[in-house]
């Protein structure tokens, strides 16, 4: 099957202004090519490798680069972690690894990076994944005990305000605050539909302890991501009577992991793809963002959260082609990775933590994997190639 009718297949069914939106995102970068496409990874890679090692792990499904960030816990504590679990499901450690090197790969390239510093920032990352696992015990990264570039990050994320948060997304009109549908982050609703959605969320502001200080002001189609671009997704903006300030919450559908087409791993039974989401974000986070839950809405499942002014992923830009920056960083994320890893061993029919200490120590898929991560970038290459020639023959001109 060809590269446009595989994207086309799994994308059926977008409305048009949001398939021409991400249809844009992914011409903009091999990187943000990469994003958005994890099916194209997932079956590619089924067909290139089969795990040697029978171990089993909970797995992100989608662990590249820019799925890592900040957030609030219930807690209320900023956390850095995994932040996106999607395309989670009980895999291997080579798939999660494999797509997180290939990440790193495919920004080296677009920054230029030789072949040479590449190759031994792979084996760096691998090191510190190893070396995390044989250690047994799973931490976390947060503002307390961040040095380094994490440091800094943090210290721009308690910069922010939450009045100039809100602020920034919203607008008055007539007295009366509502989201600023710019065609950026948010596209306008028409009354109809945001009736429709109020009606659907009113029995968890009335039945879940979460929400049940909220009142509902305005909603708005939220624009985020790339690979989830073209699902139902909404942010609502709430009046909390408890707290006297506004909350913005996002509302995101859910679909079946990627990966469930390709794995040989029998998975384990969940009620609905939110529970399953939510419930391995609980598993391989060291804690749960706030007001996370699940939510039933026209016969969809959705994942509803809190959208924070500490909410960020570290994206490309912020190491301005800086590959030692970015590398440091990377390393950091290998081992929240296996933390992760650690963390949810020994759950649902994962492997122990003794299994991951004894893979860890093997050698043979560490250079699996420096192979592997290797033909998938050049896939990914060739296909945002492909991809944007195929545009530009659709829409010559632009």
């Given at each position: 099957?060809?590269?446009?009718?595989?994207?086309?297949?799994?994308?059926?069914?977008?409305?048009?202004?949001?398939?021409?939106?991400?249809?844009?995102?992914?011409?903009?970068?091999?990187?943000?090519?990469?994003?958005?496409?994890?099916?194209?990874?997932?079956?590619?890679?089924?067909?290139?490798?089969?795990?040697?090692?029978?171990?089993?792990?909970?797995?992100?499904?989608?662990?590249?680069?820019?799925?890592?960030?900040?957030?609030k816990?219930?807690?209320?504590?900023?956390?850095?972690?995994?932040?996106?679990?999607?395309?989670?499901?009980?895999?291997?450690?080579?798939?999660?690894?494999t797509?997180?090197?290939?990440?790193i790969?495919?920004?080296?390239?677009?920054?230029?990076?030789?072949?040479?510093?590449?190759?031994?920032?792979i084996?760096?990352i691998?090191?510190?994944?190893t070396?995390?696992?044989?250690?047994?015990?799973?931490?976390?990264?947060?503002?307390?005990?961040?040095?380094?570039?994490?440091k800094?990050?943090?210290?721009?994320?308690?910069?922010?305000?939450?009045?100039?948060?809100?602020?920034?997304?919203?607008?008055?009109?007539?007295?009366?605050?509502?989201?600023?549908?710019?065609?950026?982050?948010y596209?306008?609703?028409?009354?109809?539909?945001?009736?429709?959605?109020?009606?659907?969320?009113?029995?968890?502001?009335?039945?879940?302890?979460?929400?049940?200080?909220?009142?509902?002001?305005?909603?708005?189609?939220?624009?985020?991501?790339?690979?989830?671009?073209?699902?139902?997704?909404?942010?609502?903006?709430?009046?909390?009577?408890?707290?006297?300030?506004?909350?913005?919450?996002?509302?995101?559908?859910?679909?079946?992991?990627?990966?469930?087409?390709?794995?040989?791993?029998?998975?384990?039974?969940?009620?609905?793809?939110?529970?399953?989401?939510?419930?391995?974000?609980?598993?391989?986070?060291?804690?749960?963002?706030?007001?996370?839950?699940?939510?039933?809405?026209?016969?969809?499942?959705?994942?509803?959260?809190?959208?924070?002014?500490?909410?960020?992923?570290?994206?490309?830009?912020?190491?301005?082609?800086?590959?030692?920056?970015?590398?440091?960083?990377?390393?950091?994320?290998?081992?929240?990775?296996?933390?992760?890893?650690?963390?949810s061993?020994?759950?649902?029919?994962?492997?122990?933590?003794d299994?991951?200490?004894?893979?860890?120590?093997?050698?043979?898929?560490?250079?699996?994997?420096?192979?592997?991560?290797?033909?998938?970038?050049?896939?990914?290459?060739?296909?945002?190639?492909?991809?944007?020639?195929?545009?530009?023959?659709?829409?010559?001109?632009?």
């Open positions: 099957m060809s590269l446009i009718k595989r994207l086309d297949r799994y994308n059926m069914g977008i409305p048009e202004q949001l398939h021409q939106i991400k249809w844009k995102a992914l011409q903009e970068s091999p990187f943000r090519f990469y994003r958005g496409t994890c099916h194209l990874f997932a079956e590619d890679l089924s067909k290139l490798y089969k795990p040697k090692q029978k171990i089993r792990t909970w797995t992100c499904g989608d662990a590249h680069f820019e799925n890592f960030g900040s957030y816990g219930d807690n209320r504590q900023v956390y850095f972690d995994i932040n996106d679990f999607d395309e989670a499901y009980l895999g291997s450690p080579e798939t999660e690894l797509r997180f090197i290939t990440s790969i495919v920004a080296a390239t677009q920054m230029n990076v030789a072949h040479v510093k590449v190759h031994k920032a084996h760096d691998l090191d510190r994944y070396a995390a696992i044989s250690r047994r015990k799973a931490m976390m990264l947060e503002s307390e005990v961040a040095y380094g570039e994490f800094k990050y943090f210290g721009q994320m308690s910069s922010l305000n939450r009045d100039a948060f809100i602020a920034k997304r919203t607008v008055k009109e007539k007295g009366v605050l509502k989201l600023k549908t710019d065609g950026k982050r596209l306008p609703m028409d009354k109809d539909r945001k009736i429709a959605l109020f009606d659907s969320i009113t029995p968890l502001l009335t039945k879940n302890q979460k929400y049940s200080h909220m009142v509902f002001e305005d909603a708005a189609i939220r624009i985020a991501g790339t690979g989830s671009l073209g699902q139902n997704r909404y942010c609502m903006l709430f009046f909390s009577k408890t707290k006297g300030k506004q909350y913005l919450i996002d509302v995101k559908e859910t679909r079946r992991s990627c990966y469930f087409d390709t794995t040989t791993i029998k998975q384990p039974k969940f009620k609905n793809e939110a529970e399953r989401i939510i419930t391995v974000g609980g598993l391989m986070q060291f804690a749960p963002p706030a007001f996370i839950v699940p939510h039933k809405m026209a016969d969809k499942w959705y994942v509803v959260k809190e959208l924070q002014p500490s909410s960020d992923r570290m994206s490309l830009d912020y190491f301005d082609q800086d590959f030692n920056r970015l590398i440091e960083v990377a390393k950091e994320m290998a081992t929240l990775i296996a933390y992760a890893h650690l963390r061993s020994g759950n649902y029919t994962a492997s122990s933590t299994d991951l200490v004894k893979f860890a120590d093997k050698q043979q898929w560490q250079r699996d994997i420096l192979d592997l991560s290797g033909m998938m970038a050049i896939k990914n290459q060739k296909y945002y190639k492909m991809f944007c020639e195929k545009q530009s023959e659709r829409h010559p001109g632009k």
